[in-house]
């Protein structure tokens, strides 16, 4: 694998990215809106307040005061704060409801008022008797009052707000939908791109040996026998069966077992070493296990798939330019057998280590980015344990993985 980000990864990632910004976007103009709002009722209600205190401080002024007409001026200044409320109003002479005077309108109208003007403020004075109940003497006059056109815009933010959260939360759903039905199409794309890949291996194999078997007999390399041909072949085709065993048990929850980890390396190193000069070419695979390696509680043929992962990763790294690939097992802390592959390729690029093993990730140009996806899965959904991509300075990559060890029968 060349160690390189793909057209695919970026795609991804940027598709990924894009619905959880927006919903982001969305929800923090929402915040700023409910900010704004909160803070314009407060400043309505501080606003209130100083009026409030104005006209109480009016009317204890024209209560206290020893001066003659000093009731009538508190009054005067009393109407005059009422009026800069900014609340609307309409004065009636009742009965019989004949205009007096307003304050506060939403239209024009002339001063003095024409008929034409008298016959609309009446109309209006009955909206406002909708609203609220006129205050007053029915036998004298009556005030018709409505609210400010400040509150009357405060009015509508709860419901605009209650709106603007539904289609959040609609937005959201539909993009979460959305975003699962393109992960699950991009992941049975995927898998079929992966099975493809398994098979593109021994099927590959066998092209050759067949090949090999329609040379004569002096064409044939000097030292190569029928029947070692012929064991090879027998080992490609059990290649292929459990190729088909393995994608029978995605989704399934296999029975763990007794596994000998050291014979699951082994048979991976004896499969690759005698392709390893077709395959990649300049490439060193090295095993260090010892013999007295605990056994794993697992499953062998998903156990050889997540190994055969990662060893074909750390293949394609080398491949071009040539290395070496190690495979080391020792018995880690008490419970756990530690599996470390280590390649010297060119590396991860450092911003795809912490999502190397997400669905449709891909350092490669023309990968599907579900490898390291399905190792992940096999060792840590299946087994129970715990793989991670080491920090490493320089050249080279090493995944590190904690198997459970077998419990003693």
Do not use: C
Not at 186 to 197: C, D, G, N, S, Y
Not at 299 to 323: I, P, Q, R, S
Request: proline share 6%.
């Amino acid at each position: 694998m060349r160690r390189r980000e793909g057209r695919g990864a970026a795609a991804h990632g940027a598709e990924s990215r894009t619905a959880p910004v927006a919903l982001a976007v969305v929800f923090l103009a929402l915040l700023v809106w409910y900010m704004v709002y909160t803070g314009q009722i407060v400043r309505s209600r501080q606003a209130d307040a100083e009026t409030f205190t104005r006209i109480y401080a009016e009317v204890l002024e024209g209560l206290t005061s020893q001066e003659p007409g000093a009731g009538f001026a508190a009054l005067a200044n009393l109407q005059k704060e009422l009026v800069e409320l900014g609340v609307p109003f309409v004065v009636t002479s009742e009965p019989g409801r004949r205009y007096n005077t307003h304050a506060n309108l939403p239209f024009e109208v002339s001063n003095p008022p024409t008929a034409g003007d008298v016959e609309r403020i009446l109309r209006y004075a009955d909206e406002l008797d909708m609203r609220n109940e006129p205050e007053g003497d029915p036998n004298s006059q009556l005030v018709h009052y409505g609210i400010t056109p400040e509150a009357a815009r405060l009015e509508w933010m709860p419901l605009l707000w209650a709106t603007g959260l539904v289609l959040t939360v609609l937005l959201a759903v539909t993009v979460f939908r959305y975003q699962r039905r393109s992960v699950a199409e991009r992941a049975w794309t995927a898998m079929a791109r992966e099975l493809a890949h398994q098979l593109g291996t021994p099927i590959s194999s066998l092209q050759g040996w067949v090949e090999v078997l329609g040379l004569s007999r002096e064409e044939r390399p000097a030292d190569m026998r029928q029947v070692e041909v012929a064991a090879a072949i027998g080992e490609d085709l059990v290649r292929l069966e459990r190729v088909s065993r393995r994608f029978e048990l995605i989704g399934r929850d296999p029975e763990l077992e007794r596994v000998s980890l050291k014979s699951v390396i082994a048979e991976l190193r004896d499969y690759l070493e005698a392709r390893l000069p077709r395959l990649g070419p300049g490439v060193a695979l090295h095993v260090d296990v010892p013999d007295d390696l605990p056994d794993v509680r697992g499953h062998e043929v998903l156990l050889a798939w997540a190994l055969e992962n990662v060893v074909k990763n750390a293949l394609d790294a080398v491949a071009g330019t040539g290395g070496s690939i190690t495979i080391s097992a020792r018995a880690g802390e008490p419970g756990w057998v530690v599996l470390r592959i280590r390649d010297t390729g060119p590396g991860v690029p450092y911003d795809l280590r912490d999502r190397v093993f997400d669905p449709g990730v891909t350092t490669k140009s023309g990968g599907w980015g579900v490898g390291l996806t399905l190792t992940r899965r096999i060792v840590e959904g299946v087994h129970r344990g715990r793989i991670e991509l080491l920090e490493r300075g320089g050249r080279g990559v090493a995944f590190q993985a904690r198997l459970p060890r077998a419990t003693e029968s």
